[in-house]
């Protein structure tokens, strides 16, 4: 679906505009806990890099905890979903389980 396409490419300019509400610390706390990793080397590692999709990846690929499947199994639908239902989550609590399920099916470059 071509619409759906442009909107995960464009989400600001979509007719479906989506607000997450996480920063840069608060996904890494969300994700050192997936990852069973220290949640200061992680924001150490973003402040670092600045760019926190590249420190989530790196934890994720050396993880002795999840191992990333070696080839995608998300569709664009999927993440559309996805993303449309972490939008309604608010609490850590909530969030946690569902940033896990996406990430076993996320390969490295997927997250």
Avoid at 2 to 26: A, E, R, T, V
Avoid at 59 to 72: A, I, L
Avoid at 74 to 98: C, G, M, W
């Amino acid at each position: 679906n071509l619409s759906l396409l442009f909107h995960l490419l464009l989400p600001s300019k979509g007719y479906k505009s989506i607000i997450y509400n996480l920063k840069s610390k608060q996904l890494c706390k969300l994700f050192s806990i997936i990852f069973c990793e220290n949640v200061n080397a992680m924001i150490q590692k973003c402040e670092e890099s600045g760019d926190v999709a590249e420190t989530i990846s790196d934890f994720y690929s050396s993880s002795t905890h999840v191992k990333p499947p070696p080839k995608t199994m998300l569709s664009n639908y999927d993440v559309d979903k996805f993303l449309h239902e972490l939008a309604q989550l608010t609490r850590e609590q909530d969030q946690i389980p569902l940033l896990r399920k996406i990430t076993e099916k996320s390969t490295v470059n997927d997250l």
